[in-house]
């Protein structure tokens, strides 16, 4: 069988041409769905790292939301994908899901930072000296992801409340 020739409207001629996607909106979709696909999979890496609770042992505390922040790159990776998504399609609810997601995050954070600055003191304190580097590492870490994350987050949540709140086109 010959090679199909690619035109600008798509594969060439044939059953293939049958096959070939609509254009960018599909495209964007597919993205949108590979963001969900890893808003679950980082919301459930992320819900993880807490369980099962401790809350009160400081150690616990420190560990796990270091630990819960340093795998929350696919989480936000996965709102970034959504949130395009909603604003290049104009579907709200690509919009109004990275939303949620997005706030949830910002909380999680913010939230999650509070508990850890709390901890910060002991874990230098007591921490045995040939450790100590290492926690003075995760604590700027951490500190730096806190930061970014509610930026992202913040940025994140903001954008895609607008491709919700956007009219479709054509209405």
Not at 56 to 76: A, C, K
Not at 116 to 135: K, Y
Not at 140 to 167: C, D, E, H, N
Request: net charge positive; glycine share 12%.
């Amino acid at each position: 069988m010959k090679n199909p020739i690619v035109t600008a409207q798509g594969l060439g001629r044939g059953r293939d041409a049958e096959l070939a996607p609509e254009g960018p909106e599909h495209a964007w979709a597919v993205l949108g769905w590979i963001g969900i696909v890893f808003l679950a999979v980082g919301g459930l890496d992320f819900a993880l790292t807490w369980y099962p609770t401790a809350f009160g042992n400081r150690e616990w505390e420190f560990g796990t939301v270091t630990q819960s922040f340093n795998g929350l790159p696919i989480l936000v990776l996965g709102i970034g994908l959504v949130s395009a998504a909603g604003g290049a399609t104009r579907a709200r609810w690509w919009g109004l899901v990275a939303t949620a997601a997005a706030v949830g995050v910002l909380l999680c954070v913010m939230i999650g930072f509070l508990l850890w600055v709390r901890t910060v003191p002991l874990a230098l304190a007591t921490v045995p000296v040939e450790l100590g580097p290492g926690v003075r590492k995760a604590v700027w870490k951490t500190s730096i992801q806190a930061l970014a994350y509610a930026a992202v987050s913040s940025y994140l949540m903001v954008r895609s409340w607008g491709a919700f709140r956007a009219p479709r086109p054509g209405r």
